[in-house]
């Protein structure tokens, strides 16, 4: 807790609402960078953690860490971070509950990520057709006729790829 901070229960606890931690030099970040998760039912006995006073609201409890991953880029995007009541013990079974609970949250954000990048794509496509749109409005509709020449013309659009370039191809006779 910051020194400044009375150690009332409503102000300690509105201020754990509202704040935010680094993920270095601390148990957070440990734990973000191993990607592994932690139950730390002893937590004196645990040099990482802090017991910020006497008040019986801030007695330590039990801890349970787990890092929410996108496993498959490799990366930790957030944390899980549980405590208990002092004289009270998370179990191995609501260990396991709450690394079950980041596996869903790392399949809803796929879930997420994967629907963003197809609207993404989505609108990347919309504005390539409109710029093939815009592209077949500058095409001749008739080549103007040259004596003794025959000129024909053919467009083919490749997604994503606009050009402004017109080839003239000669042919052979037959």
């Known amino acids: 807790l910051p020194e400044e901070l009375p150690h009332k229960e409503l102000r300690v ?18 734990i973000a960078s191993s ?24 007695k330590l409890g039990s801890f349970i ?12 995007i957030g944390l899980i971070a549980l405590s208990k009541n002092p004289g009270k013990r998370f179990t191995q079974e609501e260990y396991e509950w709450t690394q079950l609970l980041s596996n869903f949250a790392e399949s809803a954000l796929k879930t997420s990520i994967a629907f963003q990048e197809y609207n993404e ?17 500058l095409i001749p509709k008739k080549i103007p006729a040259l004596p003794g020449i025959n000129f024909g013309s053919y467009t083919a659009h490749t997604e994503g790829v606009c050009s402004d370039t017109y080839d003239v191809i000669p ?3 037959d």
Do not use: H, Y
């Open 35 to 58: 990607g592994k998760g932690e139950l730390i039912n002893n937590p004196k006995e645990d040099s990482r953690i802090v017991e910020n006073g006497p008040e019986e609201f801030l």
């Open 121 to 137: 794509k989505n609108e990347i496509s919309k504005e390539s057709k409109i710029a093939e749109s815009l592209q077949n409005t």
């Open 65 to 76: 860490f787990i890092p929410i991953q996108l496993k498959d880029k490799g990366i930790v």
């Open 171 to 173: 042919v052979r006779q």
């Open 13 to 30: 606890s509105t201020s754990f609402k509202f704040a935010t931690f680094p993920l270095r030099d601390n148990i957070f970040g440990e």
